[in-house]
């Protein structure tokens, strides 16, 4: 079953709790994740990669088992005082890793609750031998939470997963309840970047962003000049759909 379909029927869902009606609320512990957590058997060097390198790239209290106060990360240390920069969900980290290698003054961290997309970046960050990443293996909002307020300067969204079915467009990430933590967690100015290739979640995407107090930069069908497309790109190319790129800064 491909991503976009497991994202549609919720097939892989898992709780984190449970706590009925709570969908998307915010109360940490206490999420319901309809994506997928794992897919594919590993293979035995993505096992070793997950085995040796994510203790040391992941860092500690981000989870609300971890960390059931939520103190706030000191991303200071993590990052030894360089801005940093999130990317939400980063499928097989292709983006991420190309972001890390050609701003190495910066910091990144990257979001993916999918075991084979972390293990996947790990291989790639080997390969590349870039250093100023981390990775949080979970929900992007176990992160929001710990997070201190305008302390991240970039974030990208690329390809979130689309919940074609109207019922289900609660579930999308362009929604105030992954939205406004966004909003908190960025500084004044922040660039906001999100890729799709569903019309309806341009539509859903422009409606709700500025309410989360964002303005819109810039709306195209180009991308950015320093874009790398992700895997995800190339299979809604192959497929016929059409990128779009927008652009918006977080207002302050
Ligand atoms: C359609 S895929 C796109 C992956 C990648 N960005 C790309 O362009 O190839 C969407 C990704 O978002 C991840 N995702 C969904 N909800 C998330 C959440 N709450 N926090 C972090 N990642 C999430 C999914 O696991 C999935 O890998």
């Known amino acids: 079953m491909t991503e976009d379909k497991a994202a549609e029927s919720g097939i892989g869902q898992t709780q984190a709790g449970v706590a009925p009606g709570s969908e998307g ?28 390198d994510l203790g040391r790239l992941r860092p500690a209290g981000i989870s609300p088992e971890e960390n059931p106060e939520r103190r706030p990360l000191d991303l200071g240390v993590l990052f030894g005082g360089r801005p940093v920069w999130l990317e939400i969900g980063f499928g ?69 997963d689309p919940w074609p ?37 341009v539509r859903q995407t422009l409606e709700e962003v500025p309410l989360a107090g964002f303005d819109l930069v810039n709306q195209s069908g180009t991308p950015w000049e320093d874009w790398l497309s992700t895997r995800y790109e190339q299979k809604a190319l192959r ?4 990128p779009h790129y927008l652009t918006f800064r977080r207002m302050g």
Not at 34 to 47: A, C, D, V
Not at 239 to 242: A, I, K, S, T, V
Request: contains cysteine.
């Open 92 to 160: 097989g980290g292709e983006h991420m890793v190309h972001m890390a290698a050609r701003n190495p003054d910066v910091g990144l961290i990257g979001c993916e609750p999918f075991v084979n997309g972390v293990a996947m970046l790990l291989g790639k960050i080997r390969e590349a031998g870039v250093e100023n990443l981390l990775v949080h293996p979970g929900d992007v909002r176990d992160l929001f939470d710990v997070l201190p307020a305008g302390s991240i300067r970039k974030a990208f969204l690329n390809y979130p």
């Open 25 to 52: 609320e915010p109360a940490s512990g206490w999420r319901n994740f309809y994506g997928r957590r794992s897919g594919k058997t590993l293979r035995p060097s993505q096992k070793t990669y997950l085995t040796e």
């Open 165 to 201: 079915k109207k019922r289900h467009h609660k579930r999308r990430f362009v929604t105030q309840g992954h939205l406004q933590p966004l909003a908190r967690v960025l500084a004044p100015g922040a660039e906001f970047r999100v890729a799709t290739d569903i019309p309806d979640y």
């Open 239 to 242: 497929e016929g759909r059409e």
